[in-house]
C-alpha cells in the first residue's frame, strides 16, 4: 500500500526516528510533524500534552496515513494507549522498542533512563523494563535542559558538554550501570558529549533502530509495505520557526540519498 507513514514529536527530535526509518524501509513515504511551536513537552500537564498530540493526529489523519508513529516519549507515555484503542490503523510508540534494546544491552542488570519531566514522571521506562525483566535494577533521571537547548540548535561545544556534564552528575555515579537509555528522541543529536560525559563503558541506547525494525513488522502483517519502486517524496511540517528545523533536518540527512523531501510550517 502506497499511503504515507505519519510521525508525530514535540519538536525536531523525532527526525532521528525518520532517519532510521528512511533507511530501513527507504520505498515508504514519511509525513513528519514536529510541534516545535509548543515544544518541549516534558514540563507539560498530561491533558496538555494528550490535546497537542490528538491535534498533530488528526493532521496526519488528513494526510490518510497507514500507521502512525509517535516519536515522542512524553507523547508515548501519556497518550500511546489512548491512540491505540482509537485509531484503526497502526499506532506505535518509541518506549518499548528502547526498553527491549536496552535489555539486550545490558550486562550487569543496571539500566539507566533519561527522559522529560513529564517521561520520568510517567515511569513509563521501568514499567515496560520489569515487565520484560522483573528483576532488572532501574535508575532515571529527568533533564529539562537537554530539549530546549537541542531546540536552539546547541548541539554541540562547551556549552552543550556544561550543560550535559552537569545535569548527568547524579546518574553518572552509579558505578554499576552499564547501559543508558535516551529516553527522549532529541537526545541522540547529543549522543555524542553524552557519550563523551558519561564514559566509553555505558552503553547508549537509542530506540530509534529498534522502532524501524518494529515498523517493518508491523507493515509486514498488516500488508501494508509498499512495493512501487518509485523515490518517495517525503513531507515534513513544522508549527514553529522552520530556520533551526530546516538547518536540522538538513545535518541530519544532507549526506544520504533518501527521498524527496519538503519542508514546510503547518498550524494545527
Known sequence: MNHPIGVIDSGVGGLTV??????????EKLIYIGDTLRCPYGPRPKKEVKKFTWEMVRFLLKKNIKMLIVACNTATAFALTELQENLDIPVLGVIQPGARSAIKATQTNHIGIIGTEGTIRSEAYPIALKSIKANISVSALACP????????????????ENVISDSLQTINKDDDMDTLILGCTHYPLIKETIQKVMGKDVTLISSSEETARETSTILDVHHLLNIEEKIPNHQFYATGNLNIFTKISQSIFKYENLGKLTIENVKI
Do not use: D, N, T, Y
Open 18 to 27: 525518520v532517519h532510521e526509518l528512511m533507511r530501513q524501509l527507504p520505498k
Open 145 to 160: 535542559l537537554f530539549v530546549p537547548m537541542v531546540e536552539q540548535g546547541i548541539l554541540s561545544g562547551e556549552q552543550a
